[in-house]
Each structure stands twice: as structure tokens, then as C-alpha cells.
């Protein structure tokens, strides 16, 4: 088995391992710059599995910013027959795609 870990950023929590490109939500930093992850719920190293409570301490995460963007349109759509009401809404997601640089 190979290294992974669990990470939680912008309330979603995600299982990464190191190189996978992955869409989370907006973080503030600049393309190409690097950030920390954020809380480490737990690690693996290919062949033990430590699991925080709630976090596992001295584990980390570092993520490469590859670049921002917005995700697809979804639409919210009501309607109330024979009552004359209807009420649509849009909404894109600001994401930003990142590569998982290192797991320590």
C-alpha cells in the first residue's frame, strides 16, 4: 500500500495521496505558491494507519496551487402551479485545482 492521508479543508473532507490533483474550495493564495492542508484526521505510511482524536498531531499536508477557478452553473428552479410563482436561482462554486506536494 502507499502513503495517504485524510485532510479536512473547506468543511469536505478528502483522502489524498502525493501528486493527485484534486478541486477544493477557494483557498487564499497565489498559483504556485505552497499552503498547508490544514487538520491531518489521519495518516498512513504504507504500513500503519494512525488516526487523530480529533487530528493526528505533528502531521502534514502541503498542497502546490496550481490555479483558480469556478465550477459548474447549478440551478435552483421552484415552481408552484396555477399560483403564479416561480423563482430561479444560479450559483457557481470558486474552487482552486491543487497537487499534493508532500505528506509527513
Do not use: C, W
Not at 483557498?27 to 491531518?40: M, N, R
Not at 459548474?72 to 450559483?91: A, L, T, W
Amino acid at each position: 500500500m502507499e502513503a495517504y492521508a485524510v485532510v479536512e479543508t473547506g468543511g469536505k473532507q478528502y483522502r489524498v495521496i502525493p501528486g493527485m490533483k484534486l478541486e477544493v474550495e477557494l483557498l487564499s493564495a497565489e498559483p504556485g505558491q505552497d499552503v498547508d492542508a490544514g487538520p491531518v484526521l489521519a495518516l498512513s505510511d504504507g504500513t500503519e494507519l494512525k488516526i487523530g482524536t480529533p487530528v493526528v498531531k505533528d502531521a502534514k499536508v502541503v498542497f502546490t496551487v496550481v490555479e483558480h477557478k469556478r465550477g459548474e452553473k447549478v440551478i435552483n428552479f421552484k415552481k408552484k402551479r396555477r399560483k403564479g410563482y416561480e423563482r430561479k436561482v444560479g450559483h457557481r462554486q470558486e474552487l482552486t485545482v491543487v497537487t499534493v506536494k508532500s505528506i509527513a
